[in-house]
C-alpha cells in the first residue's frame, strides 16, 4: 500500500511538472515576437502577464481534475488551459497568434491518453481550419477585407484536433458570439468592419470548456 501510494503522489507530481513546463514554454517562447512587436517597450511586462496568467491557469486546472481525473489526463487538459491564456494574453495585446502555441495545442492534442484517435484528430483539425479558410476566402471576394488572420486558421485547426469535429462547431459558434458582443459594447451598440478583433482570445474560454467537456462527458 505504501509503494502504490508513493508512486500514485510521484504521478501527480511528474503531471504536474510536464504541465508546468508547457506553460511556462508558452510564456517564455515568443519573447522575441513581443520585443519585435513592441519594439521591446512593453515586452517584459507582458512576458509577467503571460507567465502568471499561464501558471495560474494550469495550476488551477491541475488542482481541481488531478483527483477525478488522474495526473495522465489532467495534465495535458491544465497544459492547454495554460496555452490558451498565454495565447489570449499575446492577442489581446498585439492581434497576433504565435506559431508556437499552436504547435503546443497540437501536441497536447496527439497525447494518447486525451486524445480521439487519429481519425478523429484529422476530421477537427479539417473542419475547423476549413471553415475558417471558406470565411476568409468569401470575405475577401465579396468585400475584399480579410475578415481573419492565418493565424486565426491555424488556431482553430489545433483546436479541432485538440477537441474533434462536432465540438469544434461550437467553439467557433461561442466564438463568434463573443466577438459579436465584444465589438457592440466596444462600438456602443454598432459593429464597426475595420475594428480589429482579437479572435484567438474569444475563442479561449470556449475551447477550454468544450475541450474539458469531451473528455468529462465523452
Not at 504547435?103 to 486524445?115: C, D, Q, T
Not at 475551447?207 to 469531451?214: F, I, R
Request: proline letters at 5%.
Amino acid at each position: 500500500m505504501l509503494a502504490v501510494g508513493r508512486e500514485a503522489s510521484s504521478s501527480i507530481v511528474w503531471g504536474g511538472a510536464a504541465a508546468t513546463l508547457f506553460a511556462l514554454a508558452a510564456a517564455l517562447a515568443p519573447w522575441r515576437l513581443l520585443a519585435e512587436l513592441t519594439m521591446g517597450r512593453e515586452a517584459p511586462r507582458s512576458l509577467v502577464w503571460m507567465v502568471v496568467a499561464g501558471l495560474a491557469v494550469t495550476w488551477t486546472s491541475y488542482a481541481a481534475s488531478v483527483g477525478f481525473l488522474g495526473p495522465m489526463v489532467a495534465w495535458p487538459l491544465a497544459a492547454a488551459g495554460g496555452v490558451l491564456a498565454c495565447m489570449a494574453c499575446v492577442d489581446l495585446k498585439c492581434f497576433v497568434i504565435p506559431d508556437v502555441h499552436v504547435g503546443l495545442l497540437i501536441v497536447l492534442a496527439l497525447w494518447r491518453p486525451i486524445g480521439l484517435g487519429w481519425t478523429s484528430v484529422a476530421a477537427g483539425a479539417a473542419v475547423g481550419a476549413g471553415l475558417l479558410l471558406a470565411v476568409r476566402w468569401v470575405f475577401a471576394r465579396v468585400r475584399n477585407v480579410e475578415a481573419l488572420g492565418l493565424g486565426d486558421v491555424k488556431l482553430i485547426g489545433a483546436l479541432g484536433a485538440l477537441v474533434g469535429p462536432r465540438s469544434i462547431l461550437w467553439v467557433i459558434v461561442a466564438t463568434s458570439a463573443i466577438g459579436v458582443a465584444w465589438g457592440l459594447i466596444l462600438n456602443k451598440g454598432r459593429i464597426d468592419r475595420a475594428q480589429p478583433a482579437p479572435f484567438g482570445a474569444f475563442a479561449a474560454i470556449p475551447a477550454a470548456v468544450v475541450g474539458a467537456l469531451a473528455i468529462l462527458l465523452p
